[in-house]
């Protein structure tokens, strides 16, 4: 069925996955095209994995879009518990890459993420976090108990307001919108949890998917299939509690595909920097994977060898703790284009 309104055109689409109206909107002539579509709870999905598209997009279309926040906007009022949340970090997607082909790599290109929302979340829950024991991490001590945060947020000011539950203490936090789960279908048919980063990117929790950054993701399956979610408003090195501000988010994003440029881990680009994540537990092996990443790209696009980008990063790189709570922990080094000669791409 299809209805006009408001200028869009918008299919009502069934598929596998869920059902429900799906409206997509592009403009007329050789303008870039912008593809609009709305998640919602009954639309999200919480795996990395094959599944029917809610959109289709070719490359350099602008996609405009919602997520949920992590907790499925369950939590809302004083008083609310974890039990009531149906499943961690709801995805909007799968976006379907129109020439997508494995070997290739797409650039996400975020333009704006905004907070439609007047709070965050944030909550401890047993048997997560970087400072509690977990079934692997075996203490006899017990698990420390739920409690929930919430934020309230100034739009006006872009801050965020941290109340401590066990005292009058109050802090204001500036907003850093960005994705913690932006990602693609893994390879080899493997399906992955929403809660889970790796080679396909998926649950980093890296502030640099940010706007005015670009995501690098490879491309495993026909149509790449990118998924995003997990909106955090605001997030310190590391998400030691398991959470950073969760939010809902309002997106828009430029997506390019970029045919026959294999990558084997996720990048970031801005202005100023190239930056290459490392994903694998434990947090050594992330790091290196990260700057063995760096050092490839250097050589690939700025024409150094190896081994003199090597040395080079040793005096000038950074190096980001993303997140060292999921199932992998997942590190970002970085380093200036200032420090590198001309792009040769």
Avoid at 158 to 178: E, G, R
Avoid at 280 to 309: C, K, N, Q, T
Wanted: charged share 15%; glycine share 8%.
């Amino acid at each position: 069925m299809k209805m006009r309104i408001a200028g869009a055109v918008c299919f009502v689409m069934v598929s596998i996955a869920a059902a429900g109206p799906r409206c997509f909107a592009q403009t007329a002539g050789d303008a870039e095209r912008v593809v609009r579509y709305h998640a919602t709870m009954d639309t999200v999905k919480y795996v990395y994995g094959r599944a029917e598209p809610v959109a289709r997009l070719n490359s350099g279309d602008i996609l405009e879009t919602n997520t949920v926040d992590a907790f499925g906007d369950a939590l809302q009022h004083p008083g609310d518990t974890l039990s009531m949340v149906k499943g961690d970090n709801p995805l909007t997607g799968p976006f379907y890459i129109e020439g997508a082909e494995p070997g290739d790599a797409i650039a996400i290109h975020i333009l704006s993420l905004e907070v439609p929302s007047h709070q965050g979340v944030g909550a401890v829950a047993p048997g997560f976090g970087a400072l509690t024991p977990t079934p692997y991490t075996a203490m006899l001590n017990p698990a420390l108990p739920e409690r929930i945060w919430f934020y309230p947020i100034d739009q006006a000011t872009n801050v965020a307001t941290f109340q401590a539950h066990d005292s009058s203490f109050s802090v204001n936090i500036p907003l850093h919108p960005f994705f913690g789960c932006i990602g693609v279908a893994p390879a080899s048919g493997e399906v992955r949890s929403s809660v889970v980063p790796a080679e396909f990117g998926g649950n980093m929790d890296a502030s640099e998917a940010s706007a005015g950054n670009t995501v690098y993701l490879p491309v495993n399956v026909a149509g790449a299939l990118l998924f995003i979610g997990d909106g955090h408003a605001a997030m310190g090195d590391g998400e030691i509690a398991g959470s950073a501000i969760e939010v809902p988010l309002q997106a828009r994003m430029q997506v390019t595909l970029l045919r026959g440029r294999h990558i084997a881990w996720p990048r970031f680009e801005n202005e100023n920097e190239i930056m290459a994540a490392g994903i694998y537990r434990p947090l050594d092996d992330a790091l290196r994977i990260a700057f063995r990443e760096l050092v490839a790209w250097i050589h690939a696009d700025y024409g150094m060898s190896e081994l003199d980008a090597y040395e080079l990063l040793s005096e000038v790189a950074h190096i980001h703790v993303a997140e060292m709570v999921d199932p992998n922990y997942v590190v970002v080094a970085s380093i200036e284009k200032k420090y590198l000669p001309p792009s040769t791409h």
